[in-house]
């Protein structure tokens, strides 16, 4: 796959707050990939370690919607 491809099917696959990276992004440069990644890296942080899949379970079953917080966040 190339990276144009790649760049369209991230691109597409993004939603709400991760979809806002996208407006500083030139999405027929040649690096928009990895613009992409880079944008949602200064947005959301880097996960320095995988969470493994009980403990994130685990924190998806305690978590609870706060009054102020849309579906989405």
Not at 3 to 12: C, G, I, S, V, W
Not at 55 to 63: E, L, V
Request: no cysteine; aromatic share 6%.
């Amino acid at each position: 796959m190339s990276a144009e491809d790649k760049a369209q099917n991230l691109t597409l696959a993004l939603e709400g707050p991760a979809a806002d990276v996208l407006k500083d992004i030139n999405e027929s440069a040649s690096t928009a990939y990895e613009d992409i990644w880079k944008q949602l890296r200064r947005r959301f942080g880097y996960m320095d370690a995988p969470v493994a899949p009980r403990d994130a379970m685990r924190r998806f079953d305690n978590r609870t919607q706060q009054d102020n917080e849309s579906l989405q966040e």
